[in-house]
C-alpha cells in the first residue's frame, strides 16, 4: 500500500514553453500533497503544499505563479512549471501525507526536468 | 535558520554494520524519519520513531534517538550492496512539514 506514482518520469521542453507533472496517490486518498525540488547532490527543498480543493500553500522564495499547483481530487495533483527556463531544470519529486498518526509521507518516483 | 546536519560520506564494507548520524534542530518535533534515495528515484521510507522513544528495532535497521542532544541515528547491520544509497533523516515541523537532512551518501564495498 501507500503507493504514489509521477508522471512523466523525465520531459525535456524548450525555453518558453509550460510543463505539466502530475503525482498520484494510487491506493489512498491525499487530501495533502507535497512538491519538492532536488538539485544534484543536494537535499530535497519544499516549494509547496498542496491542499484538495483550496489554494496551495507556497514556501518563501517560491514563485507561485511560476509553479501552478492544482489539488483537484483526493488522488491527484499537479505542477505546472510555466515558462520554463534552464535554471528550472531539477529533479521535481511529490509526496503525499496518507494522514495516519504518525505523518508519514510517500513519494513519488521524480520526474526529471531539463529545459534546452 | 539551522540546518539538519548529516554527514555526507559514509563507506563500509559488505557485512559490517554502517551507522548514519543526523543532528536535527526542533525539539519539539514528534517523529523522525529515515528515508532511503537510490540514484534516479524518490524516496523509500525506511523507518520512523516517536520522540518519546529512545531506539526502534525493525529487522535489520535500529534507529537510536537522543532528545537531549538532538541526535538520530540509523544503524544498517550486516550491510550489503542494495544499501547503498543516499540515507535522508527529517524531522517535522510543527506545520507538520517535512524538514530534511543533508543527506548521507552510503557506499558498500564488496
Known amino acids: 500500500g501507500a503507493v504514489v506514482s509521477q508522471h512523466p518520469s523525465w520531459v525535456i521542453c524548450k525555453s518558453g514553453t509550460s510543463v505539466k507533472i502530475e503525482c498520484r496517490s494510487l491506493d489512498f486518498q491525499a487530501t495533502t500533497m507535497f512538491w519538492y525540488r532536488q538539485f544534484p547532490k543536494q537535499s530535497l527543498m519544499l516549494m509547496a503544499t498542496s491542499n484538495e480543493g483550496s489554494k496551495a500553500t507556497y514556501e518563501q522564495g517560491v514563485e507561485k505563479d511560476k509553479f501552478l499547483i492544482n489539488h483537484a481530487s483526493l488522488t491527484l495533483s499537479t505542477l505546472t512549471v510555466t515558462s520554463a527556463h534552464p535554471e528550472d531544470s531539477s529533479f521535481y519529486i511529490c509526496?503525499?501525507?496518507?494522514?495516519?498518526?504518525?505523518?508519514?509521507?510517500?513519494f513519488g518516483p521524480g520526474t526529471r526536468l531539463t529545459v534546452t | 535558520g539551522e540546518d539538519v546536519e548529516q554527514s555526507l560520506f559514509l563507506s563500509v564494507r559488505e557485512g559490517d554494520s554502517s551507522v548514519i548520524n543526523c543532528t536535527y534542530t526542533?525539539?519539539?518535533?514528534?517523529?523522525l524519519y529515515w528515508y532511503k534515495q537510490e540514484p534516479g528515484a524518490g524516496l523509500q521510507l525506511l523507518t520512523y520513531?516517536?520522540?518519546?522513544?529512545d531506539m526502534k528495532q525493525d529487522q535489520r535497521l535500529t534507529v537510536l534517538l537522543n532528545k537531549k542532544d538532538k541526535h538520530l541515528s540509523l544503524r544498517i547491520a550486516d550491510t550489503q550492496t542494495g544499501d547503498s544509497a543516499i540515507y535522508f533523516c527529517?524531522?517535522?515541523?510543527?506545520?507538520?512539514?517535512?524538514?530534511f537532512g543533508t543527506g548521507t551518501r552510503l557506499k558498500v564495498l564488496a
Open positions: 527529517a524531522e517535522i515541523s510543527g506545520t507538520y512539514k517535512y524538514i
Open positions: 520513531i516517536f520522540s518519546n522513544m
Open positions: 526542533d525539539s519539539s518535533s514528534t517523529y
Open positions: 509526496s503525499a501525507d496518507q494522514k495516519t498518526d504518525s505523518y508519514e509521507q510517500y
